[in-house]
């Protein structure tokens, strides 16, 4: 019936859903979350915005984030187009980098981590 209808209201108000009754904790980042889900917040906004506007999230994980199998490419059967030199969404971990024996000026120091160019 329509009396037994929940609604969310508002803009900007703090939301909670649950998939499963009692899936939620009743605090936020529990050390030990109900159901055996992972906590995560999840943060929208810059660093540089002052704490009252801060938006974020909090996400309870059957697992972690950073826990994933490999990628594998979905082979689809109408969508085609070339993917060659595509960038891998694998997670990477970046080895750091070595101090030079001698001293250096900012732009002397300066390193290219990362590379855009045309694929085709």
């Given at each position: 019936t329509m009396s037994d209808l929940q609604y969310l209201s508002g803009?900007?108000?703090y939301v909670s859903t649950e998939a499963?009754?009692?899936a939620l904790p009743?605090?936020?980042?529990p050390q030990k979350c109900p159901?055996?889900?992972y906590?995560?917040?999840l943060s929208g906004t810059a660093f540089t915005a002052p704490r009252h506007a801060n938006k974020f999230s909090w996400l309870y994980r059957i697992l972690p984030t950073a826990?994933?199998?490999k990628f594998t490419p979905y082979e689809h059967k109408t969508l085609k187009g070339s993917f060659e030199g595509m960038a891998s969404p694998q997670q990477y971990r970046?080895?750091?980098?070595?101090i030079p024996s001698e001293p250096r000026v900012h732009i002397q120091a300066l390193l290219s981590e990362l590379a855009?160019?045309?694929i085709a």
């Amino acid at each position: 019936t329509m009396s037994d209808l929940q609604y969310l209201s508002g803009f900007g108000n703090y939301v909670s859903t649950e998939a499963l009754p009692g899936a939620l904790p009743k605090t936020n980042n529990p050390q030990k979350c109900p159901m055996g889900l992972y906590a995560e917040q999840l943060s929208g906004t810059a660093f540089t915005a002052p704490r009252h506007a801060n938006k974020f999230s909090w996400l309870y994980r059957i697992l972690p984030t950073a826990v994933q199998s490999k990628f594998t490419p979905y082979e689809h059967k109408t969508l085609k187009g070339s993917f060659e030199g595509m960038a891998s969404p694998q997670q990477y971990r970046w080895q750091p980098i070595e101090i030079p024996s001698e001293p250096r000026v900012h732009i002397q120091a300066l390193l290219s981590e990362l590379a855009a160019s045309d694929i085709a």
